[in-house]
């Protein structure tokens, strides 16, 4: 969480800093700052709320300066407010850091700096790293990086940090341990950002830092890194493989919607290549490599969390369907903490859209100490899970900026039904039949998904009748029952209503007493081998005045009769129809949010990169 940025060069730093922090803004987005090299003077601009009230606090004030260094923040220490916001200056006013992470031993750092006379103005862990280089530069007389690495050797926690000095007004040292880092290096100048995203219409020429590298980017020089433990590293310049149109709305009021429509494009490009329905070929790299291991793994432990988690149970009833492997599927959080039983014949496979999120990265290095072949599905590359991995597959999603999770979503139980079918075709498991027709149907689920896409305006009306609903209550059974729980995730993250996801069968044991005339319930209904029970679902809820909003197949007469509202999806393969049923779900919160006046790109307390425990 918290987006960071920097540039040094020969151009002036601001409009690219802003840009920069706009295109960074989904990692955080309480406050906002800027410094900037003036004249041998350092110019701070700081404000609580968005990068647009950064720039509104800015307009009109000198915003000159080629050297310069932005934030974008989401709070851990301290409330969200002016003085919290980034840049923070060391004491003597002479440097200023930004920073993406948690310091865990502040509390110490800065009891040691308060007895040696430093005087705190925020209550941020990030203040302790600034006083902390300020007190070694002065104590040690070393260059500004060395300032650093020695500050660095003393700090536990997470950090992606850019600092700027008056003293060496020609360089920004950055370094990073648990936090994203990207540094793209142009024509004399040199771009820092917590993703590529900031950087590609620069340049295309980039560098990710591994952890406890520290960057010493000097205009003129070839870029300069090495490590806490002060070992050289020869930088490894990569080529981004980035579109730049994905990073814009193009057309659609909101990020999200956008994504929505994406769909059948990102789902199509995450098949693309990996399978061949005409021959019944499916060549993923990652699993060809794993294969036997994967085979004769004993099981197969799914880690993940928000909507990366429910598409791993998505993965767990398909994988277990089509393939026969035992799957359990893990809050990253909780795994992480609650000494789990490992063996070196299990495959752990982690999901992540960023790539990034700090629980899940903490609980694949302990699956790995203990010995388990890691296997990844993230989206960002070059990101710090898909790096920690042993093998994986990226979904292919282009970048998505929406908080809310929704592209990402239908990608990565595309990758995971590739996965499930590979392996099931490997062990027998399935008739040729079988998985030729699944196959197939894999093949056709982008132009269902166009299909699905149609409902948008039926969606919009029912959406403007139960837009002012408090709870909401979503069922769904079998392969459908993540769907219900990624529905109410949608609503709940995205327009602040409650909702709640159910096993549609488990209603009776507890939801049900919720239910009344003021009840929206939406239940996933469409024909598969459980519709004759979530038919009595659906009668359970109507016998309680809840009112109906069912997901059915089109030409459904029977759940018809019941439901208030129906909306309507193409006959589809049951295991595959995550990624249909999901669809509507998607447009549904987002017109709800749209119509409450919601900020449906950027909901309140939410970050898209989870960089945080
Ligand atoms: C945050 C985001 C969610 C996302 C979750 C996991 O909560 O707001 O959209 O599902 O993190 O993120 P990951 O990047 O690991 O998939």
Redesign the pocket.
Known sequence: MCGIVGYIGPKEAYPILIKGLHRLEYRGYDSAGIALLQNGEIKLYKCKGKVSDLEAFASGKNTSGTVGIGHTRWATHGPPNDINAHPHYSMSEELVIIHNGIIENYATLKEGLNKRGYVFKSDTDTEVLAHLIEDIQNKEQVPLEEAVRLALNEVIGAYAIVILSKKEPQKLIAAKKGSPMVIGIGNDEFYIASDATPIVEHTRNVVYLDDEEIAIAEPGKELKIKTVKNLEITPYIQQLQLELELLEKGGYDHFMLKEIFEQPRSIRDSLRGRMDPNTGRISMAGIIDFENKFIQAPRIIII??????HAGLVGEYLIEELARIPVEVEYASEFRYRNPIITENDIVIA???????AD?LAAIQLAKQKGATIFGIC??VGSS?ARATHAGAYTHAGPEIG???TK?FTAQVSVLALIALALGHKKGNLTEQTYHKLLTELDRIPDLVSEVLKTENKIREISQIFKDARNFLYLGRGFNFPVALEGALKLK?ISYIHAEGYPAAEMKHGPIALIDEEMPVVVIANRNTSYEKIVSNIQEVKARGGKLIAIVTCGDTEVRKMADYCIEIPEVEEALSPLITVIPLQLLSYHIAVLRGCNVDQPRN?????TVE
Do not use: D, F
């Not at 993940?304 to 988690?309: D, E, H, I, R």
């Not at 999901?351 to 999120?357: A, D, N």
């Not at 939410?606 to 989870?610: G, T």
């Open positions: 993940g969390c928000g909507t990366s988690w999901i992540s859209q960023s790539g990034e999120t899940t989206n960002v899970i908080v809310a999770s990402a993250e939410l970050a898209k990169s989870v």
